[in-house]
T-cell receptor
Framework: NAGVMQNPRHLVRRRGQEARLRCSPM?????VYWYRQLPEEGLKFMVY????????ESGMPKERFSAEFPKEGPSILRIQQVVRGDSAAYFC??????????????FGSGTRLTVV | AQSVSQHNHHVILSEAASLELGCNYS??????LFWYVQYPGQHLQLLLK??????LVKGIKGFEAEFIKSKFSFNLRKPSVQWSDTAEYFC???????????????FGRGTSLIVHP
């Protein structure tokens, strides 16, 4: 039973390009959470999605960032026109339900985005 | 606003020393509580969790945590640390973001633990 799969592990983009980060949740998990990790700042919540629905995007920057979780395929976090400040590690977590999580949330290995 | 606070940002210990990492949250509703560990360059792994029942929770690798509802705290402890415990430790709480909204795992800033051999 594969865990949460994130790819790519490392992504380098020039300023102004688009970054696409993918997250495939654990089998049987339909709830996906995206977090951004900056040094000395911990994990900041970005967005919570279920299949085909954005449930809570209160942590997403208003511009350039978007997320989706289609009926088929992985969840995608898209950052348009990247800037140096977007450089961070982006983690995805999944759970089988929003509250019944006997094994906690399962995290992927993250995507480390570097904007040059 | 609801939040999770970890007061110790950097902790340095020698092997065999005892460890206690503080975690406090500000939320009046029912909570689920977690501690995660992140080893250098790796993803977050669950150490232990509290949902209900005995407020003293045992986790993996000899870690335990105590939920004290009156203090809104969930401190992590280990009687004797090892060099291999060097990692970042995150406290997390399921917090309902808004009235009637979804529960979102909200993380503290993290505590960097360095254990000297």
């Amino acid at each position: 039973n594969a865990g949460v799969m994130q790819n790519p592990r490392h992504l380098v983009r020039r300023r102004g390009q688009e970054a696409r980060l993918r997250c495939s949740p654990m089998k049987g998990h339909s709830h996906v959470y995206w977090y951004r990790q900056l040094p000395e700042e911990g994990l900041k919540f970005m967005v919570y999605l279920q299949k085909e629905n954005i449930i809570d995007e209160s942590g997403m920057p208003k511009e350039r960032f978007s997320a989706e979780f289609p009926k088929e395929g992985p969840s995608i976090l898209r950052i348009q026109q990247v800037v140096r400040g977007d450089s961070a590690a982006y983690f995805c977590a999944s759970s089988p339900s929003p509250i019944k999580i006997p094994d906690g949330y399962t995290f992927g290995s993250g995507t480390r985005l570097t904007v040059v | 606003a609801q939040s999770v606070s970890q007061h110790n940002h950097h902790v340095i210990l020698s092997e065999a020393a005892s460890l206690e990492l503080g975690c406090n949250y500000s939320y009046g509703g029912t909570v689920n509580l977690f501690w995660y560990v992140q080893y250098p360059g790796q993803h977050l792994q669950l150490l232990l969790k509290y949902f209900s029942g005995d407020p003293l929770v045992k986790g993996i690798k000899g870690f335990e945590a105590e939920f004290i509802k009156s203090k809104f705290s969930f401190n992590l402890r280990k009687p004797s640390v090892q060099w291999s415990d060097t990692a970042e430790y995150f406290c997390a709480v399921n917090i309902r973001h808004a009235s009637g909204g979804s529960y979102i795992p909200t993380f503290g800033r993290g505590t960097s633990l360095i254990v000297h051999p």
